[in-house]
């Protein structure tokens, strides 16, 4: 009975290790990123206004919380959600979410199926879920893209009525689209849990809004450090929602790329080349992206504060002390 027990804490080790070397290599990464664009960091001019800079923050962390709460509807929805856990949920999310910044994506499920099955979800929902969360976010990223057609094309009648259609039927095709991506045999035998997922059309919508908001959020907490370099007119804001979520859809395309770490930058700092110069658009994008994650790890350090350990790991921690 101890060499199983023994073999699975080694794993755990081992585990533990290979997230620690990859996360101190994308601190590295971020380092050098700055390094190497060292004298356009010194070039700027950056305003400092503490009002703006609360807001932006405050809209930055309620973004994240708009994708939390997505997940949470989607649990909801599932039949996996209760309220007596949301301490844990908390917990779990936040602690999964960072993990994207580890190369293939693939850590933020494991770890998100590993500490859910601790509170009760289980791992085929988990999954299940991760995946549609997954599709949801970048299906939303396409939604709020339309919008860098008026950055590109300017605000004029038509680009406007032309909008407001394409995002109306995008926003009623979107969960019929996932719908039929999670249908598809293909998907099935690749991902054996979305068999017993039992979102509808209409969970889908109730959680598409959380999720639409979350970039909107994030581009709102952009323009304003944006302001902070250089005083743009709240006229682009929509253009700049649009440009911020096509720099996600990028990242998200880079599948080997952690968290989408440099094709992100590289999409946006290239959009903001229209309004930056070019050397101070790369620092930019970078900047903001220290920025974002500076409120990730401000978020996650309140909720591992505020939220006590998950149960089952509580229990083997205690577990060991005793022996």
């Given at each position: 009975m101890t060499k199983p027990s023994t073999h699975t804490s080694s794993l755990h080790r081992v585990y533990a290790t290979i997230r620690l070397i990859l996360l101190l290599g994308i601190v590295v990464y971020l380092a050098w990123e700055m390094v190497r664009h060292w004298p356009d960091v010194q070039a700027l001019s950056v305003r400092v206004d503490g009002l703006t800079l609360c807001a932006a923050a405050l809209l930055g962390i309620m973004a994240y919380q708009c994708l939390f709460g997505g997940w949470l509807i989607l649990l909801w929805r599932v039949g996996c959600f209760d309220r007596r856990q949301l301490k844990f949920y908390s917990r779990v999310w936040w602690?999964?979410?960072?993990?994207?910044?580890?190369?293939?994506?693939?850590?933020?499920?494991?770890?998100?199926?590993?500490?859910?099955?601790?509170?009760?979800?289980?791992?085929?929902?988990?999954?299940?879920?991760?995946?549609?969360?997954?599709?949801?976010?970048?299906?939303?990223?396409?939604?709020?893209?339309?919008?860098?057609?008026?950055?590109?094309?300017?605000?004029?009648?038509?680009?406007?009525i032309g909008l407001c259609i394409a995002s109306v039927v995008i926003f009623l095709l979107l969960p019929a689209s996932i719908r039929f991506l999670c249908s598809m045999s293909v998907v099935r035998r690749k991902f054996p849990e979305m068999a017993s997922l039992t979102l509808g059309w209409r969970d889908l919508l109730l959680a598409s809004p959380a999720f639409i908001l979350h970039y909107i959020l994030l581009a709102g907490s952009l323009f304003l450090c944006l302001n902070l370099v250089q005083?743009?007119?709240?006229?682009?804001?929509?253009?700049?929602?649009?440009?911020?979520?096509l720099s996600h859809l990028a990242g998200a395309v880079a599948m080997i790329?952690?968290?989408?770490?440099?094709?992100?930058?590289?999409?946006?700092?290239?959009?903001?080349?229209?309004?930056?110069?070019?050397?101070?658009?790369?620092?930019?994008?970078?900047?903001i992206r220290l920025w974002f994650v500076l409120l990730e790890l401000l978020s996650l350090g309140v909720v591992m504060v505020l939220s006590p350990q998950l149960p089952e790991a509580a229990k083997a921690a205690s577990g060991a002390a005793d022996e």
């Open positions: 602690v999964s979410f960072l993990f994207r910044y580890l190369p293939g994506k693939v850590f933020l499920v494991i770890e998100r199926v590993r500490m859910g099955s601790m509170v009760g979800i289980p791992p085929a929902t988990g999954v299940a879920v991760a995946l549609v969360e997954t599709l949801l976010a970048v299906f939303a990223a396409v939604w709020v893209s339309l919008l860098a057609v008026s950055y590109y094309v300017g605000q004029t009648q038509w680009t406007i005083e743009l007119p709240w006229t682009v804001f929509p253009g700049i929602c649009g440009v911020y979520a790329s952690p968290g989408g770490l440099g094709v992100r930058e590289g999409a946006l700092s290239l959009q903001l080349s229209r309004v930056l110069p070019g050397g101070v658009a790369v620092t930019v994008a970078i900047g």
